[in-house]
């Protein structure tokens, strides 16, 4: 009889009190609100289907800022090391210059829209909490390199004030080394200098 009693006392404790090792907060305090701070904010992150013609006129409609595109694909490994300098860059100096990442994984096959691939491209983009304007190229990633003048990627193209194309980055040549051109020593310098200067 007095294990019964004990046994209905203790369910009854538990029943009031829970088992959790954390203490109980009351439904109606202030505090079951979430804390603004406590909250790593996702930001939002989205990528558009446009041609390489319908993207220049998106660089053209940036005048006043330095622009950075930055053409890159899932399957290249530079480029993909190299990503997370270009969303710090688009971060740190998101109020006076334009960014944009265009993605050329569209190879033009017969059975492949650009649409099949929006979900790779817009998985990486996420997890790299890239925020900046994406594109992904509805030309074919050969036609895309054709317009840039290179044979592969990564290519960084840095467009003035003005919208006119300053410097396009590429590893064609050895102009920059071994380990080809970075955003630490060739592009972020780049960006800072037409910054500072009057656009010219």
Request: charged residues 25%; proline residues 6%; aromatic residues 8%.
């Amino acid at each position: 009889m007095r294990f019964v009693r004990w046994t209905s006392l203790a369910f009854l404790l538990i029943s009031i009190f829970g088992c959790s090792s954390s203490p109980a907060v009351p439904v109606n305090s202030e505090s079951t609100d979430i804390e603004v701070a406590d909250v790593v904010e996702q930001p939002v992150v989205r990528v558009d289907i446009k041609s390489w013609e319908q993207i220049q006129q998106w660089v053209a409609s940036q005048q006043g800022k330095v622009v950075v595109v930055d053409v890159w694909s899932t399957s290249c490994l530079p480029c993909v090391k190299e990503f997370p300098h270009f969303v710090a860059l688009h971060e740190e100096l998101a109020g006076e210059i334009a960014c944009a990442s265009v993605n050329i994984d569209y190879y033009g096959v017969e059975d492949e829209k650009p649409e099949d691939i929006k979900p790779r491209v817009l998985t990486f983009l996420t997890s790299r909490r890239a925020s900046m304007q994406n594109f992904i190229s509805s030309d074919p990633d050969e036609d895309v390199l054709k317009q840039i003048a290179t044979a592969s990627i990564p290519a960084v193209l840095v467009y003035d004030r003005d919208g006119k194309l300053h410097t396009t980055f590429k590893n064609d040549e050895v102009a920059y080394g071994p380990e080809g051109f970075n955003y630490a020593d060739d592009i972020t310098p780049l960006v800072r200098q037409l910054l500072s200067s009057d656009g010219s």
